[in-house]
C-alpha cells in the first residue's frame, strides 16, 4: 500500500505563508499524480490541489490563486506554497497519489498529515 509523508506545517498568521512538501518510496511520486487533500474539524476531507504526472494542475476554488503545486521529480518530492493564508485554510494537510487525472480518487493510505492552524 502507497504510503507518502508530509511535512512543513505549523502555526501561522492569517496572510502569511507556508510550503508543504510530500514525499514518498522510490519514485512513486514523480510517476503518479500526486493530491493534496485537507480535512477541517466537522468537516469531510477536500481535494485542494492536484498535480497528474503529465503536469496538468487542478485546484479548489476556495484556494486558487493563492496556493501552487508543483513536483520535483529528482527529489521524488510534491510541494504546495500557500500563500495569503486565511483562517478556514486551518485543517490537517494530507497527500496521496492518483492515477492519471483522477484528482479524487487517490489510491494510496492516507497519512497522519501535517496540520496547518492559521490565527487571525
Known amino acids: 500500500q502507497v504510503h507518502l509523508v508530509e511535512s512543513g506545517g505549523g502555526l501561522v498568521q492569517a496572510g502569511g505563508s507556508l510550503r508543504l512538501s510530500c514525499g514518498g518510496p522510490?519514485?512513486?511520486?514523480?510517476?503518479?499524480?500526486v493530491g493534496w487533500y485537507r480535512q477541517a474539524p466537522g468537516k469531510q476531507r477536500e481535494l485542494v490541489a492536484g498535480?497528474?504526472?503529465?503536469?496538468?494542475?487542478d485546484y479548489a476554488d476556495s484556494v486558487k490563486g493563492r496556493f501552487t503545486i508543483s513536483r520535483d521529480n529528482a527529489k521524488n518530492t510534491v510541494y504546495l506554497q500557500k500563500n495569503s493564508l486565511k483562517p478556514e485554510d486551518t485543517a490537517v494537510y494530507c497527500c496521496?497519489?492518483?492515477?492519471?487525472?483522477?484528482?479524487?480518487?487517490?489510491?494510496?493510505?492516507w497519512g497522519q498529515g501535517t496540520r496547518v492552524t492559521v490565527s487571525s
Open positions: 498535480i497528474a504526472s503529465g503536469g496538468s494542475t
Open positions: 496521496n497519489v492518483f492515477a492519471g487525472t483522477n484528482y479524487y480518487l487517490p489510491f494510496g493510505s
Open positions: 522510490g519514485r512513486i511520486v514523480s510517476i503518479n499524480g
